[in-house]
Nanobody
Framework: QVQLVESGGGLVQAGGSLRLSCAVS????????MGWYRQAPGKQRELVAT???????YNADSVKGRFTISRDNGKNTVYLQMNSLKPEDTAVYYC?????????????WGQGTRVTVSS
């Protein structure tokens, strides 16, 4: 079982920055991949960024050059640094953990943190 708690959301003006944190209930070195997703009102949840246990990262085209995913194994925390925020980044951001044990795949979600970017 993995529990995830996001924090760091809020209201920011366009062009501003926020850093989201995802506190994980167990060692993130044992989790195959961590990710950030977001869901805007009336839209489907979409992938924002991922980081694997090996440190490989992926960013969606819409956030490349602006968002950075990172992790601190010692603190069991994954971060999403968001710079140059745009109104279209407004959404609830969710942390996700993907755990593969043998042939079994499990996905865990946090409760989400709201980000609102004003124009």
């Amino acid at each position: 079982q993995v529990q995830l708690v996001e924090s760091g959301g809020g209201l920011v003006q366009a062009g501003g920055s926020l850093r989201l944190s995802c506190a994980v209930s167990r060692g993130i070195f044992s989790i195959n991949a961590m990710g950030w997703y977001r869901q805007a009102p009336g839209k489907q949840r979409e992938l924002v960024a991922t980081i694997t246990s090996g440190g490989s990262t992926y960013n969606a085209d819409s956030v490349k050059g602006r968002f950075t995913i990172s992790r601190d194994n010692g603190k069991n925390t994954v971060y999403l640094q968001m710079n140059s925020l745009k109104p279209e980044d407004t959404a609830v951001y969710y942390c996700n953990a993907a755990v593969i044990t043998g042939g079994d795949y499990k996905s865990y979600w946090g409760q989400g943190t709201r980000v609102t970017v004003s124009s």
